[in-house]
């Protein structure tokens, strides 16, 4: 009996390890990407390390080695150590640090962002990450897209959620004229694929191949690349507090880009 036991619990356990490992995404032209695209961008991170033709650590007008500054009031200082591959993801890992100086002041938590600014850049395109959100107040994870030419707007947001609220989605885009928002709840914790089809003059947002909104970008019509970060407080998310578990990470297995 005590033998049927232990077997049951080993069994319940590899069956939890197997549900928190990420699922690839095909390499077969992806619901939603227009007739004859072909993949010209594509991510797996299941190499033992970075893959530094493909993604930078930071943001492009910061230096790589030394960080980057925080926007919107947040407390993180994005450092390139915070960016973990293991088990086919790469890990965006918040942690608490002794104040870092820089330019925005000291920071008492340091966390990952890759981008692939300078890397690799487009304009149009179907665009999917494979990913899974941390829980704890104040952590902001996000998916998104900013022009080449660095200028601010347009960007384009396939993903923002806040640790408080992990299992609502966010979904933005910021043009010349204004703001616009979709919010999907009740979205579950493990791994889904958050995608966005950019068009001229249109882009549509998907979660796990189904449609759950569609805006008009008339102005959105630059290169533009892709970003991954974990912020940590700010204005959107708050102040993380003291449940809030820390290292957190942000998790990411697969990143697509489609074009016709």
Same mark, same amino acid.
């Given at each position: 009996?005590?033998s ?6 080993v +069994?319940? =356990?590899? /069956?939890?390890?197997?549900?928190c490992e990420?699922?690839? #995404? ?6 939603g990407? @227009? ?9 797996s ?5 970075l ?15 030394g960080?980057v500054?925080a ?22 890992v918040?942690?608490?640090a002794?104040?870092?100086r ?16 300078s890397?690799f850049?487009?304009?149009y ?5 494979? +990913?899974? =959100?941390? /829980?704890?107040r104040?952590l902001?994870?996000a998916?998104? #897209?900013?022009?080449a030419d660095?200028?601010n707007? @347009? ?7 806040v640790?408080q ?10 043009g010349?004229v204004?703001?616009?928002g979709k919010?999907?709840?009740?979205v579950?914790r493990s791994?889904h694929?958050y995608?966005v089809n950019?068009?001229?003059g249109?882009?549509?947002y998907?979660?796990d191949?189904?449609v759950?909104?569609v805006?008009?970008a008339?102005d ?6 892709l970003l991954m970060?974990l912020?940590?407080?700010g204005?959107?998310?708050?102040r993380?507090?003291d449940?809030?578990?820390?290292p ?5 297995a697969?990143v697509?880009v489609w074009?016709t």
């Open positions: 009996m005590r049927l036991l232990v077997l049951a619990v +069994a319940t =356990v590899a /069956a939890q390890v197997v549900a990420p699922a690839p #995404l095909p390499i077969d032209r992806p619901v990407a @227009p007739s004859g695209s072909r993949l010209v961008f594509h991510s991170f299941d190499g033992a390390s893959d530094r033709t493909a993604w930078r650590s930071g943001l492009p007008w910061y230096p790589e080695s960080g500054g926007d919107h009031s947040e407390l993180q200082w994005y450092r390139p150590l915070q960016a973990r591959i293991r088990d086919g993801a790469v890990h965006l918040a942690e608490r002794s104040a870092v820089g330019p925005n002041g000291g920071k008492r938590f340091v966390s990952g962002m890759l981008t692939t600014a890397r850049e487009f304009r395109g179907f665009v999917q990450f494979r +990913a899974r =959100v941390p /829980a704890g104040g902001w994870p998916l998104w #897209l900013l022009p660095e200028t707007p @347009p960007e384009i947001d396939a993903l923002e959620a640790g609220d992990p299992t609502t989605a966010h979904m933005h885009y910021h010349r204004g703001t616009f919010t999907v709840p009740n579950s791994w694929t995608a950019w068009q001229p249109r882009i549509t998907f979660i191949g189904v759950r909104w805006v008009a008339f959105c019509n630059k290169p533009m690349y970060n912020a940590v407080g204005d959107y998310p708050g993380p507090d449940a809030t578990p820390f957190s990470s942000f998790d990411v697969d697509q074009r």
